[in-house]
């Protein structure tokens, strides 16, 4: 039943093939539904919605695959006094054994709150401008990737851009 809500979801998104940006496309139902071995499929989320630059209108994220190579990436549309404009965050390129693969990172919203990092669980030394512990003042973009490395990303006012913060790997999450 989730992941019948979650194709309706995604598919009843008022977004057209001819609205993406160039060089990616919606996945197929079959890739949206493929789960990677060990993976909760509960949790498996391909577009998420929040106002992630706080200026009041929605932003849409989405996990979109690529039709120049065989891969995905996480794409927001996030709005702009003209309209709104495509961020290409993060993207795999898995190689061509892998054509047809389904999605394999997930993505959800990130609530305001405290959220330990990958610096301060000791996975490196905490360095300029990465905090041990990310204090979130807005809804951002978790991210759950192929590999297990979690990060969230977040829209800086003062760059105008996201950035991404490590949290770690799943395994670490209940240590938060």
């Known amino acids: 039943m989730p992941i019948i ?8 998104a008022p977004l057209l093939a001819s609205d993406l ?9 079959k890739e949206l539904i493929a789960v990677p071995a060990g993976a909760d499929s509960l949790s498996k989320h391909a577009q998420i919605d929040s ?30 006094p003209q309209g709104s404009e495509w961020l290409v965050l993060d993207r795999v390129e898995w190689g061509a054994e892998y ?30 401008g990465e905090p041990a512990v990310l204090v979130l003042k807005r809804a951002a973009i978790y991210q759950d990737r192929f590999d297990g490395a979690v ?3 977040f829209w800086q006012k003062e760059t105008q851009q ?9 395994g670490d999450l209940s240590r938060n």
């Open 5 to 12: 809500i979650l194709l309706l979801t995604f598919l009843s």
């Open 21 to 29: 940006p160039e060089g990616w496309r919606l996945p197929t139902e």
């Open 51 to 80: 106002d992630f630059n706080d200026d009041g209108k929605l932003d849409r994220a989405y996990l979109l695959k690529s039709i120049n190579y065989p891969g995905e990436g996480l794409v927001v549309s996030v709005s702009t």
């Open 99 to 128: 054509a047809g693969a389904g999605l394999k990172m997930r993505i959800k919203l990130a609530q305001p709150g405290n959220y330990t990092t990958a610096c301060a669980l000791g996975y490196w030394q905490c360095g300029p």
């Open 151 to 153: 990060a969230i990303w």
């Open 162 to 170: 996201f950035k991404k913060i490590w949290l770690g790997n799943a």
